[in-house]
């Protein structure tokens, strides 16, 4: 009698799975929509109670985990699992790694926000506690870039960090860019309430690596020639946000419009001046990717691997400077040619990125890891 040969099985961890989730979920549901099905591999996912019913990941065969990620007793939990399931390879899409697990494991670490000017002002918890956070973070981390087997990071400035900080060994990292979400382009874009006066946009959250001040010190000293929307479903530092404003007697030039349907999203973008994004540091930068997919021109500041993601197709200004974004606003109002220029070069930038290619990618490091 004949045995078919066992069965590769590869175990993701997909708690984080969907937008809910904010960057890191939109990552771990478009790489399990984009991973190329091999007959003689098993896909197993890891995946919250919530998501038992989940019609997306119908396919997969699932273990449910009760615990949060970043909980103690999810460290155990995952073991649990993990030693049921058996997997000859985990892939963690963030640095929760299972402390316990002795196989092959595979991180993704998205940026190293945290380890940027750590303060209890980036937090909305006790001082006390976020140090001790921070501490049990900085450990976690630590551990991780010891026990991955390889480590996935989504642009080559984040490489370049870990190999010139951390000493990592540039073959244990590997580049693998994130994907525009086209699903922008598939909607009908509504007639909204939009401004009935030239208008920049910012679209996500709010934290303060975010650098949303320097925005707002530039919309002051513009004296109403443009308004500023913000669309930002929630923050826990929205409320801070909103002091700002009014102390600042900002409320006539700037509107916060909470939660938008991607409908809605759709016709901010297409009839902004401009996108803005003025962040101190990032990950990947996608937020404006998808700003130039639909068209609209962005200025965004040179921090971190901006540069490296939207190359010469938008304006750059320094993040620490309002009076330098001032100017770039200024310049794409005032002259309707470059920003037709921006367009044309935005639209062609977006198309390099996709998250069928960022999930082939993925693959081809898994079979290396494996083998």
């Known amino acids: 009698m004949v045995t078919s040969p066992k069965k590769t099985t590869i175990c993701i961890d997909a708690r984080f799975w969907g937008t809910r989730h ?9 790489l399990v929509d984009h991973l190329p099905e091999d007959p003689s591999t098993q ?6 109670q919530d ?4 019609p997306k990941l119908a396919r997969f065969k699932k273990f449910f985990a009760s615990h949060h990620p970043y909980s103690v007793l999810s460290l155990f939990e995952m073991s649990i699992l993990l030693h049921q399931i058996k997997p000859d390879l985990l892939h963690v899409p963030h640095i929760t790694i299972p402390i316990f697990w002795p196989g092959k494991i595979i991180v993704t670490i998205h940026d190293l926000i945290k380890h940027s000017n750590p303060s209890p002002e980036s937090s909305t918890k006790p001082s006390i506690i976020y140090w001790l956070k921070f501490v049990e973070y900085l450990a976690m981390f630590h551990f991780t870039l010891w026990r991955a087997s390889h480590i996935i990071v989504p642009s080559k400035y984040w490489k370049d960090v870990l190999h010139s900080k951390y000493g990592l060994d540039y073959s244990r990292i590997s580049v693998t860019y994130e994907g525009v979400d086209t699903r922008f382009k598939r909607l009908a874009a ?3 309430d939009l401004p009935d006066h030239p208008y920049v946009l910012y679209v996500g959250n709010v934290y303060p690596h975010k650098n949303i001040p320097t925005l707002l010190s530039a919309i002051k000293e513009l004296n109403g020639q443009v308004l500023l929307v913000i669309a930002c479903a929630r923050s826990v530092f929205t409320a801070r946000l909103q002091k700002i404003i009014d102390q600042e007697n ?27 994004f003025p962040s101190l540091i990032e990950g990947f930068g996608l937020p404006g990717l998808e700003a130039m997919s639909l068209g609209c021109p962005v200025i965004s500041s040179n921090a971190t691997c901006l540069p490296e993601i939207y190359g010469d197709s938008v304006l750059y200004f320094s993040p620490h400077d309002s009076h330098d974004l001032v100017d770039k606003i200024q310049t794409v109002l005032d002259s309707p040619s470059l920003r037709a220029k921006l367009i044309k070069k935005g639209l062609a930038q977006s198309t390099k990125y996709s998250w069928a290619k960022m999930g082939r990618l993925t693959w081809e490091i898994y079979q290396k ?3």
């Open 250 to 276: 900002l409320g006539k030039w700037v509107r916060l419009v909470g939660f938008v349907s991607d409908s809605e999203l759709k016709s901010l973008y297409q009839n902004a001046m401009a996108f803005v």
């Open 43 to 48: 896909i197993i996912l890891i995946v919250s």
């Open 51 to 54: 998501l038992k019913d989940e």
């Open 22 to 30: 904010t960057g890191i979920g939109r990552y771990v549901e478009n």
């Open 369 to 371: 890891t494996l083998h």
């Open 190 to 192: 509504p007639d909204i």
